[in-house]
């Protein structure tokens, strides 16, 4: 059973810069594509970025290209999400996920990934 704890949320002003970490329990972490997710009240889950088993892949949602950046430590099981330029509109609590890596493209539906984090808060400020 693999377990996903996200920590790194919090509140920031526009214009800041938050890093947000999710740790995987397994000890198959590099079997594993990964993933963040957000969901703002009111509103479905959307994709943020993910990442292959190697971190020689990775993809972006159009709205954080440019802002943020997705980075795994295959060594540490822990995948992050470097956020700068944060806008009011990047508030939404994160999630992390997790699928087996069989050489697919990334994913950025929900439905994809097997294994989520109990998600961390991130609050922009105007």
């Known amino acids: 059973q693999v377990q996903l704890v996200e920590s790194g949320g919090g509140l920031v002003q526009a214009g800041g810069s938050l890093r947000l970490s999710c740790a995987h329990s397994?000890?198959?972490?590099?079997?594993?594509?990964m993933g963040w997710f957000r969901q703002a009240p009111g509103k479905e889950r959307t994709f943020v970025s993910g990442?292959?088993?190697?971190?020689?892949?990775?993809y972006y949602a159009d709205s954080v290209k440019g802002r943020f950046t997705i980075s795994r430590d295959n060594a540490k099981n822990t995948v992050y999400l470097q956020m700068n330029s944060l806008g009011p509109e990047d508030t939404a609590v994160y999630y992390c996920?997790?699928?087996?890596?069989?050489?697919?493209?990334?994913?950025?539906?929900?439905?994809?990934?097997?294994?989520w984090g109990q998600g961390t808060q991130v609050t922009v400020s105007a």
């Open positions: 996920a997790a699928v087996r890596d069989v050489g697919r493209a990334i994913a950025d539906m929900p439905r994809r990934y097997d294994y």
């Open positions: 397994g000890r198959t972490f590099s079997s594993y594509a």
């Open positions: 990442v292959n088993w190697s971190g020689g892949s990775t």
